[in-house]
């Protein structure tokens, strides 16, 4: 064995999902509305002109398949770092030879970051003045919102690209070209995979090509060959690679299901809902939907009627991801009937549609000078500013214009006479608004 055989081999015991990476943009999976032809991303990347930016989405949409496109493609120097992993030490030793790359060899330098939303106050301080004045060009990959897990300074130096889950018919194409790549993929194998269990995959991976990658190689792998070699991979093989029941429903009465659960929880009818719940459930609808579902309708059918309902909803939720399934479904259960037998109010979402209409349709950004920041304000500016009337001085209420002039009139949140609402109207009533 020489050298060259004893590379190949490691390549071939890498994952299915690492050695599918794209290598270019042509092949890069899903993200169109950021890698599309004339796309500023890729205008950039083309010209080696990318800044310092943070690509935010779900696992496996291609973050870091990504990073690693620009990573080839770039005549810059590239450093790879985890957050997990990184201290400070790390961060400075990568700055430190970003700076003699730019004062010996005029030569740039990229900091790729995975999870950098790890990153606690003190490594982003070390790192925060390397971006600020362009001695490295940063990349983070984060699965959580930038803006509100990150260190505000490196977010506002930063462009921020949010990613996509995969949509089913791009994870679908992306395993029929591994099924076919006889270099990288699974070409070499004689692996027949059955339409519907190729749709199973892409359908519940959740946009993640990771999963759905792990979960055909595994298929591949594990199911014995035919008599004449070849490898025939049914649904039933797909549905134990991702641990996961095909839907026992076509399309439409899945949608037909779905509707029926959400009109059973805004009509109060708790029997009708946990059994629309249950036979998505049991047909393979990810109960995370449901309960997706179910916090809407907590909001938007229940509402200020009783403020708690959108609480056990969430509760519900995060009771799921912690216990799993099957447990997970009894305080599932529980938040179904807590939604249904909850007082019922629009009047939320009627807020929230009416104020959005006039946010685009006319909008007026003349905020009442007392209400205005004054942090940064000259002495000018404070004094005309003088006016706003301190709540908390007056018992917790005052009355008093928030709204700009040519909306002042406008009433959006109208409570009904349903649960809380009725105290919150009366309360009103009490205050004279």
């Known amino acids: ?48 002109r990318l800044g310092s930016c943070i690509f935010w989405g779900p ?24 957050a997990v992993n990184a201290g400070v030490a790390d961060v400075k030793k990568a700055v430190d030879r970003a700076r003699d790359n730019l004062k010996l060899y005029n030569r740039r330098t990229y900091l790729m970051l995975d999870e950098c939303h790890r990153f606690n106050k003190a490594q982003s301080d070390s790192l925060l003045p390397a971006i600020e004045q362009g001695t490295i060009v940063f990349i983070g990959s984060t699965t959580e ?30 395993l029929v070209r591994a099924l076919r790549d006889r270099r ?11 339409d519907a269990a190729l749709d199973h995959i892409a359908k519940t991976a959740g946009g993640d090509l990771r999963t759905a ?13 035919q008599a004449d070699g070849s490898i025939r991979v049914t649904l039933a093989d797909a549905e134990q690679s991702i641990q996961r029941k095909a839907l026992s429903y076509n399309e439409d009465l899945y949608y037909d299901l779905l509707s029926a659960f959400c009109k059973s929880l805004r009509g109060s009818d708790a029997n009708a809902a946990l059994y629309y719940a249950m036979r998505l459930i049991e047909g393979g609808c990810d109960p995370l939907l449901v309960l997706r579902r179910l916090i809407v309708h ?21 009771a799921y991801q912690n216990l799993g399934y099957p447990e997970g479904l009894i305080p599932l259960s529980e938040a179904i009937v807590y939604v249904c037998e909850a007082e019922k109010s629009g009047a939320v979402k009627n807020a929230m549609l009416a104020a959005r209409k006039d946010a685009r349709e006319n909008r ?34 005052v009355a008093q214009q928030y709204l700009p002039d040519s909306l002042k009139d406008r009433v959006y949140y109208e409570p009904t006479d349903n649960g809380y609402e009725k105290t919150v109207k009366e309360t009103r009533k009490h205050k004279g608004m």
Request: charge should be negative; include cysteine; charged fraction near 25%.
């Open 145 to 174: 919102n930038p803006y509100a897990s990150m260190t505000p300074a490196i977010v506002s130096s930063c462009r921020v690209f949010e990613f996509k889950p995969l949509t089913s018919e791009e994870i679908r194409g992306a």
């Open 184 to 194: 990288k993929g699974l070409g070499n194998y004689d692996a027949k995979v059955e």
């Open 59 to 82: 696992p496996g949409c291609g973050k870091t398949t990504l990073a690693n496109v620009i990573a080839a493609k770039t005549n810059a120097d590239f450093i790879k770092l985890n």
């Open 364 to 397: 007026d950004d003349a905020v009442p000078a007392y209400l205005r920041d004054v942090s940064y304000a000259g002495r000018e500016a404070k004094e005309a500013r003088k006016g706003y009337l301190y709540p908390h001085d007056f018992g917790g209420w």
């Open 298 to 318: 907590s909001a938007e059918d229940v509402g200020m009627a009783d403020p708690d309902a959108l609480v056990v909803a969430t509760s519900a939720l995060t």
């Open 1 to 48: 064995m020489d050298l060259f055989d004893f590379n190949d081999n490691e390549e071939k015991a890498k994952p299915l999902a690492e050695r599918m990476r794209a290598a270019t943009l042509d092949d890069f999976v899903g993200q169109r509305h950021l890698v599309a032809e004339g796309s500023l991303l890729r205008r950039a990347i083309a010209l080696d």
């Open 213 to 225: 990658y792990n979960a055909l190689e595994l298929a591949v792998l594990t199911t014995p060959p």
